[in-house]
């Protein structure tokens, strides 16, 4: 780190955790949230109501349709903590989601799974 930035963190490692981020709470107001969701903003767009700078800039990202995953891989945030942030922001009105398209495919993936565990043993 560099810059003014430098006394929020010790040893790359941010003083503020991430339980201060979501304010103590683990789990958010919308829990049909996972990595997986896509998330944009909502149109026509409200007016935010948080000024914490996460808030800010998950809005920023959600510009074009993004992932969880993706808003958390960009903010270097927690999934968990994302996904509490990312909830907020759909409960006031500001985003919009999607959840994952479900492909009816889970019993062919688990016999691959099966399949490949099969083979690890053999080995």
Same mark, same amino acid.
């Given at each position: 780190?560099?810059?003014?930035?430098?006394?929020?963190?010790?040893d790359?490692?941010?003083?503020?955790?991430?339980?201060?981020?979501?304010?103590?709470?683990?789990?958010?107001?919308?829990r049909?949230?996972?990595?997986?969701?896509?998330?944009? %903003? &909502?149109?026509?767009?409200?007016?935010? $109501?948080?000024?914490?700078?996460?808030?800010? #800039?998950?809005? @920023? +990202?959600?510009?074009?349709?993004?992932?969880?995953?993706?808003?958390?891989?960009?903010?270097?945030?927690?999934?968990?903590?994302t996904?509490?942030?990312?909830?907020?922001? %759909? &409960?006031?009105?500001?985003?919009?989601? $999607?959840?994952?398209?479900?492909?009816g495919? #889970?019993?062919? @993936? +688990?016999?691959?799974?099966?399949?490949?565990?099969?083979?690890?043993?053999?080995?």
């Amino acid at each position: 780190m560099s810059g003014d930035d430098d006394h929020w963190f010790v040893d790359d490692s941010p003083l503020v955790r991430p339980y201060a981020v979501t304010r103590g709470r683990t789990s958010g107001a919308d829990r049909d949230v996972d990595m997986l969701t896509t998330v944009a %903003i &909502a149109r026509p767009s409200r007016r935010l $109501r948080r000024t914490e700078p996460e808030y800010l #800039a998950i809005i @920023e +990202l959600c510009n074009t349709p993004v992932t969880v995953a993706e808003v958390s891989a960009t903010l270097k945030l927690p999934l968990a903590v994302t996904r509490i942030l990312i909830g907020d922001l %759909i &409960a006031e009105g500001n985003l919009i989601f $999607r959840p994952p398209a479900d492909t009816g495919n #889970a019993s062919k @993936e +688990l016999n691959v799974l099966r399949a490949v565990l099969d083979g690890i043993r053999n080995l």
